[in-house]
């Protein structure tokens, strides 16, 4: 192989390592408090949403296995899907640096999303109806 295709060689090497190693360094550089508690916030609202997702399985399969009737399952999945939503849209309002709660306190925030999210259920229950 020629010097120049070495060089070249070295040359994409390291731009690539460059480009995949840029993350790491970003992630690794001074964060805020702010910062910190948005991962915080997300990471909670990342557990809720799970939450949710678990809970909409468990009520499809008990709607499967005949456990539910089909006025009790409408109600309950539609609710649980909202609640879906909105954890999505807090997730978003993170991503744009809208903390939930200035708090790091895990209660508070837990409190913080459950209220929010029981605002925006009954908010859309009452554009619904």
Not at 9 to 35: F, K, M, N
Not at 64 to 81: N, S
């Amino acid at each position: 192989m020629s010097i120049e295709g070495l060089i070249l060689a070295l040359i994409i090497t390291l731009v690539t390592v460059a480009v995949i190693a840029s993350p790491l360094w970003q992630r690794g550089a001074a964060t805020t408090a702010e910062d910190v508690l948005i991962e915080k916030q997300r990471e909670r609202l990342l557990v809720y949403y799970e939450r949710v997702l678990t809970n909409l399985r468990d009520l499809d399969e008990d709607y499967r296995t005949g456990k539910m009737q089909p006025a009790d399952y409408e109600t309950e999945r539609e609710e649980a899907v909202q609640r879906g939503v909105q954890v999505l849209k807090a997730m978003d309002e993170l991503g744009h640096h809208h903390l939930i709660v200035a708090t790091g306190d895990q209660a508070a925030l837990d409190h913080a999303i459950d209220d929010a999210i029981e605002r925006a259920i009954a908010a859309h229950r009452k554009a619904v109806h």
